[in-house]
């Protein structure tokens, strides 16, 4: 089968060169798209996927989330997808978060009885992330996620080559547990090492691999993420005067 294949693939004799022909017109065929036929089953196949994607999250990826967790705030929202959550520990959202797409949770009870997720209210968890709890994680509020963040408070397995390859949980003092701020974005592929605390109104920039803790209203980067920036406070009045502004 394989000198046929290399047969057809190489030789220049007519029979091998029709079927790389055929082969080649039937990857590159198409059919006609009259503007007038397919805008109408366009718009029909996106309103049934509309639907059909609400029906999924409202009866079944909320509600199962929910059931997961400890507690939650009004508006609780998900994407139309199963989270994936391994291991027992506490969940506990404030009001108005949304976990979009599909993350993972993973609670290592070995390192406590109870591991707790604690997010406050307003945050927006993208999709893709991973969060490990040994002990605890704490988001504040109107907190971003992008996509593909991992943070986790304990890394699961020894640095010592013994232990490890013993199997060996991590050592109870490796366990650390994480705290971000209020009003964080951290960008798309950031890992949160453990025991890291980001201040207030910080950006933790895309790729960066967080190892120390961050002062607030500032902005990191890089491998290990480094200041690159100093941010202005939050400005309550400006913030006031702008939803004065907002239609009611």
């Not at 507690?71 to 994936?84: C, R």
């Not at 406050?120 to 509020?141: A, C, L, M, V």
Request: aromatic letters at 10%; charged letters at 20%; glycine letters at 8%.
């Amino acid at each position: 089968m394989r000198r046929l294949y290399r047969h057809i693939a190489m030789s220049e004799d007519w029979q091998a060169k029709s079927v790389r022909n055929l082969y080649h017109g039937i990857l590159r065929f198409s059919v006609p798209a009259p503007i007038l036929v397919v805008r109408p089953l366009l718009a029909i196949f996106l309103a049934l996927r509309t639907v059909y994607y609400f029906l999924v999250r409202i009866f079944v990826c909320e509600p199962l989330f929910k059931a997961y967790c400890k507690s939650y705030g009004e508006n609780l929202k998900t994407g139309v997808f199963l989270h994936w959550v391994q291991g027992v520990g506490d969940i506990v959202l404030g009001d108005n978060v949304t976990v979009d797409g599909k993350s993972s949770f993973s609670f290592a009870a070995r390192y406590a009885e109870s591991p707790r997720l604690v997010v406050g209210d307003n945050t927006r968890i993208g999709h893709g992330n991973t969060f490990t709890i040994g002990q605890e994680i704490r988001i504040g509020s109107h907190v971003l996620f992008a996509n593909n963040v991992t943070v986790f408070d304990v890394s699961g397995h020894p640095v010592d080559p013994t232990q490890r390859y013993l199997g060996f949980p991590s050592e109870i003092e490796k366990v650390r547990p994480v705290v971000i701020g209020d009003n964080v974005w951290l960008g798309t592929n950031s890992i949160i090492l453990p025991g890291v605390t980001i201040g207030d109104n910080s950006v933790v920039a895309a790729g960066s691999v967080v190892r120390d803790s961050v002062p607030p209203n500032t902005v990191v980067s890089g491998n290990p993420a480094q200041v690159v920036k100093t941010l202005k406070p939050l400005d309550l009045e400006e913030i006031a005067a702008a939803r004065a502004k907002q239609p009611h």
